[in-house]
């Protein structure tokens, strides 16, 4: 592998140290998790949880993976039975913004506890244990957000009903000029 990555975050060096458990994220996940029955490897999940960096061309802030393969997995699950170890893997990145760190560990840790898939359920205990930070706070999220605008072929919109043009910070497309307030 190169020096330098390719992704959004390549630039980013991987650290000496290795990744960190936030404070009281563990407990408070598995609080949260309390009562709620898709969270099948629950008992043995923060035994078996190892923690790794990901490389610095990777697009993904977070990635968990269990050892098993996917038919074994299965047979667990169905069974409740002990996953094996789990691998959850963090962007280097993370160590600019700790509150999105937290999120992303919380929300990985959430996926290793058996909740596999995204779902509203998984959101909700995702940002009630650790909520996502808002754009303005997070210099890494607006870091992100403007490697993605640098890349796009619109670079500002133009009203076509008065004329109006401005420049674009937003990933997604606005409904309205901000000048005239008409549809665009």
């Given at each position: 592998m190169g020096d330098k990555g390719s992704?959004?975050?390549?630039?980013?060096p991987r650290p000496d140290d290795p990744p960190y458990i936030p404070k009281g994220a563990i407990i408070d996940s598995l609080a949260a998790l309390s009562g709620v029955t898709d969270a099948v490897f629950m008992p043995w999940i923060e035994d078996r949880i190892q923690l790794i960096w990901l490389e610095s061309n990777d697009d993904r802030l977070g990635m968990t993976r269990f050892e098993e393969g996917p038919g074994e997995l299965n047979r667990r699950r169905v069974l409740r039975l002990d996953p094996g170890m789990v691998t959850i893997g963090l962007h280097p990145a993370l160590l600019e913004d700790e509150i999105l760190y937290k999120h992303t560990f919380v929300h990985e840790f959430?996926?290793?506890?058996?909740?596999?898939?995204?779902?509203?359920?998984?959101?909700?205990?995702?940002?009630?244990?650790?909520?996502?930070?808002?754009?303005?706070?997070?210099?890494?999220?607006q870091r992100m957000r403007d490697s993605v605008?640098?890349?796009?072929?619109?670079?500002?919109?133009?009203?076509?009903n008065c004329g109006y043009s401005w420049d674009r910070t937003t990933v997604r497309k606005p409904s309205r000029c901000h000048k005239c307030a008409r549809p665009l």
């Open positions: 992704g959004l975050l390549g630039d980013v959430l996926h290793a506890s058996g909740l596999t898939l995204h779902s509203p359920m998984h959101d909700e205990l995702t940002n009630s244990v650790a909520p996502m930070p808002k754009l303005k706070d997070s210099p890494l999220l605008l640098g890349e796009l072929k619109v670079q500002h919109w133009v009203c076509k």
